[in-house]
């Protein structure tokens, strides 16, 4: 999306990850954003680990101006509906048989 790069969304991914579970697409994200230096990345607050039930997991964080925000990952299904908008090629490649990922972040519901 629009004012977002590759450091920017595997920060975001990262925060919404498990940190030393055995989930292999937890650890590879967070070795991704590991190896990218995002110094205004938020910082983690709580995390929820993956629920089956909605598809995602979640993560509360504190944004460099202070300001808290929500970050969720998951089934792109689940965390589309948390966006003003769908990318084209996101759609394209879910037309094509593609699973894909989705991390959403926004302000704190709370």
């Not at 998951?74 to 948390?82: H, L, T």
């Amino acid at each position: 999306m629009p004012g977002f790069d590759a450091a920017h969304v595997l920060a975001l991914a990262a925060l919404a990850s498990s940190d030393g579970g055995q989930d292999p697409v937890d650890a590879a994200i967070r070795a991704a954003a590991s190896s990218k230096d995002t110094a205004d990345a938020p910082k983690l607050a709580k995390f929820v680990p993956f629920d089956p039930a909605p598809k995602m997991s979640e993560a509360t964080a504190t944004d460099p101006t202070g300001g808290m925000r929500r970050i969720v990952k998951g089934a792109f299904a689940a965390v589309i509906g948390f966006a003003q908008s769908s990318p084209t090629a996101a759609n394209e490649l879910r037309g094509q048989g593609f699973r894909m990922l989705a991390v959403a972040a926004g302000p704190s519901t709370g």
